[in-house]
Antibody
Framework: QVTLRESGPALVKPTQTLTLTCTFS??????????VAWIRQPPGKALEWLAR???????YYSTSLKTRLTISKDTSKNQVVLMLTNTDPSDTAMYYC??????????????WGQGTPVTVSS | EIVLTQSPGTLSLSPGERVTLSCRAS???????LAWFQQKPGQAPRLLIY???TRATGLPDRFSGSGSGTDFTLTISRLEPEDFAVYYC?????????FGQGTTLEI
């Protein structure tokens, strides 16, 4: 079955770069039509989509955060990495990764990890 | 970017009642690529509806989605205790995905 697990530091200082890893199983990011995305949720607030990487290497970013985000994949390790530069306390949130299957499923976030909490504070 | 506005913000209801949640888009959502998610405290969101009206695998048929263009609704025909949660709509018609701000169903 499909599983995703997020990992990364629980605490980062302002201006530092946050690096998060999504490790998944049950699917391959080399399969046509499969993508992995990152979504975050500040405490008590709504969901916010951040970035997506596709099976063919195409990448998409949130308009408001695109200058600070980098998404990459390591298909041999079944991992997707998200980097967020120049962090600020407003980046404090639960960070989720999710799988998308564009052609043989919903086309949106079918499977989610449990999330990893990140606090940005000095 | 398509802005999604959900209403109402909070609903206080009782088990057994029928409820309709609204999601309005700032411009037309192409091909009705609109989804609904349910989120309970301390849990990741769960996909309920996609393509505006298609139920996710295993979803009880008391949940239904409808709408097109800019106006979408999620209806729960008879609330069960486990349905009290936060509900988000999300559009995936553009590669700049967006979510609504959520509707909380409380007992």
């Amino acid at each position: 079955q499909v599983t995703l697990r997020e990992s990364g530091p629980a605490l980062v200082k302002p201006t530092q770069t946050l690096t998060l890893t999504c490790t998944f199983s049950g699917f391959s990011l080399t399969t046509t039509g499969v993508s992995v995305a990152w979504i975050r949720q500040p405490p008590g607030k709504a969901l916010e989509w951040l970035a997506r990487i596709d099976w063919d290497g195409d990448k998409y970013y949130s308009t408001s955060l695109k200058t600070r985000l980098t998404i990459s994949k390591d298909t041999s390790k079944n991992q997707v990495v998200l980097m967020l530069t120049n962090t600020d306390p407003s980046d404090t949130a639960m960070y989720y990764c999710a799988q998308i299957s564009h052609y043989d499923s919903s086309g949106t976030f079918d499977y989610w990890g449990q999330g990893t909490p990140v606090t940005v504070s000095s | 970017e398509i802005v999604l506005t959900q209403s109402p913000g909070t609903l206080s209801l009782s088990p057994g009642e029928r409820v309709t949640l609204s999601c309005r888009a700032s411009r037309s959502v192409t091909s009705d690529l609109l989804a609904w998610f349910q989120q309970k405290p301390g849990q990741a969101p769960r996909l309920l509806i996609y393509g505006a009206s298609t139920r996710a695998t295993g979803l009880p048929d008391r949940f239904s989605g409808s709408g097109s263009g800019t106006d979408f609704t999620l209806t729960i025909s008879r609330l069960e205790p486990e349905d009290f949660a936060v509900y988000y709509c999300q559009q995936y018609a553009t590669t700049s995905y967006t979510f609504g701000q959520g509707t909380t169903l409380e007992i």
